[in-house]
């Protein structure tokens, strides 16, 4: 079975600064996506960034980037210039890649990023 | 715009008692996912459908039970609500594609206390 660990439960950061959540997963398969949700106070679930394995370049959109490892199976999301409104619940999640893209989402524990003005 | 609702929001209820959560998607969606978050856990899945009269069960499934008799709603019962079943749940719905990626759309979550 997938499993899916985000060592750090809480994470701060200065407004302004940058910030890396880490995740790290394990699954036997070879062909399968990455996801980085955010879950503001509101509790709606928000995503942030997808990797698809079978690409080796690193996806990006604006501030969020990630930091993909397929052999070390690790998954990383780096927020440049931090803002107020980045402090949420960030959850990294797995997903198998089949015909249909039917696959359940498989969750890490989240990390709660804290941002200080 | 179409949308994916949960209602109630917040429901609290009795051990023992019967409950049922909605879930209701205007995208039809052929597929449709309950998970339920707790702190610590982050989300898990309940049960899953791909589409009508298609259930399957997830990683914590016991104590739950959907049903799938149109491609709109997913409705997740809990047969015998107990307080260890506390937590806030989540619908989720994506399309069907063959061999191209389907985003997870999240509904707002619903918040059920137990007591």
């Known amino acids: 079975a997938q499993t899916v660990t985000q060592s750090q439960p809480e994470m701060s950061v200065q407004e302004a600064e940058t910030v890396t959540l880490s995740c790290t997963y394990d699954t036997s398969e070879s062909d399968y996506y990455l996801f980085w949700y955010k879950q503001p106070p509101s509790r709606q679930m928000i995503l942030v960034i997808r990797?698809?394995?079978?690409?080796?370049q690193n996806a990006t959109e604006n501030r969020f980037s990630v930091n993909f490892q397929k052999a070390a199976k690790s998954f990383s999301l780096k927020i440049s210039d931090s803002q107020l409104g980045d402090a949420a619940m960030y959850f990294c999640a797995y997903r198998r890649r089949s015909q249909g893209g039917s696959e359940k989402l498989v969750f890490g524990k989240g990390t709660k990023l804290t941002v200080n003005p | 715009d179409a949308e994916i609702t949960q209602s109630p929001r917040h429901k609290i209820t009795e051990t023992g008692r019967q409950v049922t959560l909605a879930c209701h998607q205007t995208w039809n969606h052929n597929n449709m996912f309950w998970y339920r978050q707790d702190l610590g856990h982050g989300l898990r899945l309940i049960h899953y459908s791909y589409g009508v009269q298609d259930t399957n069960k997830g990683e914590v499934s016991d104590g739950y039970s959907v049903s799938r008799s149109n491609t709109e709603d997913l409705p997740l019962t809990l047969e015998s609500a107990a307080s260890s079943q506390t937590s806030v749940y989540f619908c989720a719905s994506s399309e069907f594609l063959a061999s191209s990626y389907n985003e997870q759309f999240f509904g707002p979550g619903t918040r059920l206390t137990v007591l």
């Open positions: 990797q698809e394995a079978y690409k080796q």
